[in-house]
């Protein structure tokens, strides 16, 4: 039997990302599916206006940070797209995209703008986060999403802090 397929040695990595880790003051995402996915981030910059960038191309069951340094907002938003299976991880608040690398600043008027209206999902780190990781999964049971404009809070869940796991819509 190979040390990867070792029940004790896959525990022993289970626990290993399960346990907590020192806060990197990060806005990270991770890739918990088998697929390659893209990946947007929407959010307010320090000025106040409205930011969209993309994309972050990640491979499956791997990690990236979208914004490096202490969380400057309670929101953010993503948008990702599985590119080997079909599917996405949306939400009704609508932010500007595009096909290719983009920054984008502003979130009204995106057709009229030359950009694509994506819906985003809403991710409320909490009060006082200093960093946050979002886990993408590929089951299709999940908390339903609620319309959403941009900078409209959720209500939170009581008690829960660390990393939203956000499960893929099939299809599209």
Not at 5 to 33: E, G, H, K, M
Not at 48 to 74: D, F, H, P, Q
């Amino acid at each position: 039997m190979s040390a990867f397929n070792s029940p004790r040695l896959l525990s022993f990595v289970t626990a290993a990302l399960l346990a907590p880790v020192p806060a990197l003051a990060d806005f990270n995402i991770c890739n918990n599916t088998g697929s390659r996915v893209g990946v947007a981030i929407g959010y307010r910059d320090p000025d106040g206006g409205w930011v969209t960038e993309g994309w972050w191309n990640l491979s499956a069951r791997s990690c990236e940070t979208l914004l490096k340094g202490t969380l400057v907002a309670r929101y953010y938003y993503i948008y990702a797209i599985d590119y080997d299976r079909g599917g996405e991880w949306s939400g009704r608040a609508h932010m500007c995209t595009r096909d290719k690398e983009f920054t984008i600043r502003g979130t009204e008027d995106c057709l009229a703008r030359g950009f694509d209206r994506t819906g985003f999902f809403e991710v409320d780190t909490g009060e006082r986060q200093t960093a946050w990781t979002v886990q993408l999964t590929e089951t299709a049971d999940g908390p339903a999403q609620r319309p959403l404009t941009p900078g409209t809070p959720l209500l939170p869940t009581p008690g829960r802090q660390g990393p939203a796991q956000i499960p893929r819509t099939p299809g599209r």
